[in-house]
C-alpha cells in the first residue's frame, strides 16, 4: 500500500494562499460595507428633500385642484353663454349682506356669501350705489362690481308717499301726480301688479299667491295687492313700472321681519292671511283702534262667524265714493263678499301699513277674551286730531242699536259726498 507524502513546501503555499484570500475577502466585504455605509449616509441626506419635495408637489396639486374648484363653484359667471339681462333693483341704504342676498336671488351670482367676502377684500363694500340696474348671470364678479359701482343715474327725482290702506288702483294717480309714472306706462303697472309676472319675486309666500292665482277658478283683483307697501319715496322720473313695483316689494320684505312669520306660526295664520286681515284692519279702523278691531274679526274668526265687512264687499265691486251698500251689493257674488262666506276674503283689500300688520299678528287680548264681535264707526267726519271712532258691541241686539244710532250719520255724508261728486 502506498504511503502518502507528506510536501511541506505545498502545505506552506497553500497556507499562506488561504490566509491571503481570506485577507482579501475580509477587505472586500469591508468595501461593501463601506459602500453600504455611504449611500445610507447619502440616502440619510436626501431622504427628507425628497419627501419634502413630494409633499410640496401634493400640497400644490390639492391647491390647484381646491382653487379649481372654488373658481369653477363660487368664482365664475352663473352661465357664461347666458346674456340675457335681469332687472335688479338695489334698494336705498342696502347693506353689503342685503346687497349680496339680491344679486343670489336674481340668479345673477353663484353664491351671495363668496360674492361678499370677495367684494370686502376688493374693498368696494361702500361703494356700490342704489338703483335698478340690468344685469346677466354671464358676468363676472368684477363686472358687477365696476356695475354697481359707476351706477348713478342723473335723472332727477322725485319724492312721492303712498298712502296706507290705498289700494294698487290709488297708487297709479300718485305715481302720476308725482310724474313717475306716466299715462302710457300706468297701464302696465296694473298689470304687473295683477298677474306678479315678468317681476322678480324675493318673496316666498308671494311666489305662492302668484303661482296660486294663475290656476285658480277665483282670482284676485291684483295678486301684488297687499304686498306693495305704502311709504314715501324716492323715485327716478324716468323709473319704469318694475322699478316702481320693485322698490315697494322690496320695501314689504323689509318691514315683515323673521319674528312676524314666527308669530303667523303661533296663530296658525299664513302670511298671506296676515297681510289679508291686515289690509281688513287698515280700512275698517283706518287710524284708529287697530288691535281692538283686530281682537274683534279674530273672535269671529275663531267662531266661524262671516266678518260682514262692507270694505271687503266694495272693493270686489269697486265702490269707493260711499258708506252705505244696497242689499244687492251685500248680496252680489264676489270672492271678496264676507257677508256671502266665512273667513277671509280670497286676498288683501289694501296695502296695509306695519301697524296695522302688527295689529292683525298681536290683536287686543283683553278686548278679544271679553268676546266682542261687533264694530261701527261713529261719526265718519274725523275729529279734531284727525281720527276716526268706533263704536263696539258684544251682542247683535247691542250692534242693532248701534248701527240705528249712528246710520243717519253715514247716510249724510254719503249725500255730501255725492254732491261733491257731482
Not at 312669520?261 to 287698515?282: F, K, N, W
Not at 260682514?308 to 251698500?325: P, S
Not at 252680489?332 to 266665512?342: F, G, I, Q, W
Request: proline share 4%; aromatic share 10%; glycine share 4%.
Amino acid at each position: 500500500m502506498a504511503k502518502k507524502l507528506n510536501d511541506h513546501y505545498l502545505n506552506d503555499r497553500y497556507d499562506d494562499y488561504e490566509e491571503d484570500y481570506y485577507d482579501y475577502a475580509d477587505e472586500g466585504e469591508r468595501n461593501v460595507a463601506q459602500e453600504g455605509n455611504v449611500r445610507a449616509n447619502v440616502w440619510a441626506v436626501l431622504r427628507p428633500v425628497v419627501i419634502f419635495a413630494i409633499s410640496v408637489v401634493v400640497v400644490l396639486f390639492l391647491v390647484f385642484f381646491v382653487v379649481d374648484y372654488v373658481r369653477e363653484k363660487y368664482l365664475e359667471p352663473v352661465n357664461m353663454n347666458d346674456t340675457s339681462t335681469v332687472e335688479v333693483t338695489i334698494p336705498r341704504g342696502a347693506s353689503l349682506s342685503t346687497i349680496s342676498e339680491v344679486l343670489y336671488e336674481n340668479g345673477i351670482v353663484k353664491n351671495e356669501t363668496v360674492f361678499k367676502f370677495y367684494t370686502d377684500f376688493t374693498d368696494m363694500g361702500s361703494k356700490l350705489k342704489a338703483r335698478t340696474y340690468e344685469l346677466s348671470p354671464s358676468m363676472t364678479f368684477d363686472d358687477i362690481i365696476y356695475t354697481l359701482r359707476k351706477g348713478m343715474n342723473t335723472s332727477p327725482t322725485n319724492m312721492v308717499t303712498l298712502m296706507e290702506g290705498q289700494a294698487a288702483e290709488d297708487f297709479v294717480g300718485t305715481l302720476e301726480e308725482g310724474e313717475i309714472l306716466t299715462e302710457s306706462n300706468a297701464g302696465e303697472y296694473l298689470r304687473l301688479c295683477e298677474t306678479g309676472e315678468d317681476l322678480t319675486i324675493v318673496n316666498n309666500e308671494l311666489k305662492r299667491v302668484i303661482s296660486e292665482n294663475k290656476t285658480a277658478t277665483e282670482k284676485r283683483k291684483y295678486a301684488l295687492e297687499g304686498y306693495l307697501f305704502p311709504d314715501t319715496y324716492e323715485f327716478y322720473r324716468d323709473s319704469s313700472p318694475k322699478e316702481v313695483l320693485s322698490k315697494q316689494l322690496n320695501r314689504f320684505n323689509e318691514v315683515f321681519p323673521s319674528t312676524f312669520y314666527q308669530r303667523a306660526d303661533e296663530i296658525g295664520m299664513t302670511v298671506d292671511e296676515v297681510i289679508t286681515l291686515a289690509s281688513i284692519i287698515q280700512k275698517e279702523a283706518q287710524n284708529h283702534d287697530f288691535e281692538k278691531v283686530s281682537a274683534v274679526l279674530h273672535n269671529r274668526l275663531n267662531r266661524d262667524m262671516p266678518l260682514q265687512c262692507d270694505t271687503t264687499v266694495a272693493y270686489g265691486l269697486d265702490i269707493t265714493d260711499r258708506l252705505n251698500l244696497t242689499t244687492a251689493e251685500l248680496e252680489a257674488a264676489s270672492p271678496y263678499n264676507t257677508y256671502l262666506r266665512t273667513g277671509l276674503p280670497i286676498g288683501p283689500i289694501c296695502n296695509p301699513s306695519a301697524a296695522a300688520i302688527e295689529a292683525a299678528l298681536y290683536p287686543d287680548e283683553e278686548f278679544q277674551d271679553e268676546g266682542y264681535l261687533y264694530f261701527v264707526l261713529e261719526d265718519p267726519n274725523p275729529d279734531e286730531e284727525g281720527k276716526l271712532h268706533l263704536a263696539y258691541a258684544k251682542t247683535l241686539e247691542e250692534h242693532d242699536a248701534l248701527v240705528a244710532q249712528y246710520k243717519p250719520l253715514w247716510d249724510e255724508y254719503d249725500r255730501q259726498n255725492a254732491q261733491g261728486n257731482g
